[in-house]
């Protein structure tokens, strides 16, 4: 089983940049697709993210299209995220995690387990 650890969070002002990292422990992590997940307060939890395991393969939320950029380093079990021109809408905490599934299907999918997640917040 993957243990993932978010970092990289902090307060910046809109229009900022920011990048999350995501550490993960386990053999298996360079065959998963990783994805980063959002959470805000009073809502559920979305998908922002995936890259496939070669790192070949991204997807995006539309609303993070062309801003956010996600990444990863097999050889250092790491994924990263990559976000500029942040608003407050972005507010929220922010999860990594990964199955065997594809760039495009990883959003619905049910993870078993969560990180605590680093939080971002931007201020108007």
């Known amino acids: 089983q993957v243990q993932l650890v978010e970092s990289g969070g902090g307060l910046v002002q809109a229009g900022g940049s920011l990048r999350l990292s995501c550490a993960a422990s386990?053999?298996?992590?360079?065959?998963?697709?990783m994805g980063w997940f959002r959470q805000a307060p009073g809502k559920e939890r979305e998908f922002v993210a995936a890259?496939?395991?070669?790192?070949?393969?991204?997807n995006y939320a539309d609303s993070v299209k062309g801003r956010f950029i996600i990444s990863r380093d097999n050889a250092k079990n790491m994924v990263y995220l990559q976000m500029n021109n942040l608003n407050v809408d972005d507010t929220a905490v922010y999860y990594c995690?990964?199955?065997?599934?594809?760039?495009?299907?990883?959003?619905?999918?049910?993870?078993?387990?969560w990180g605590q997640g680093t939080q971002v917040t931007v201020s108007s």
């Open positions: 995690n990964g199955g065997i599934t594809s760039v495009q299907t990883i959003g619905v999918l049910r993870f078993g387990s």
């Open positions: 386990g053999r298996t992590f360079s065959m998963l697709t």
């Open positions: 890259v496939s395991w070669r790192g070949d393969s991204t």
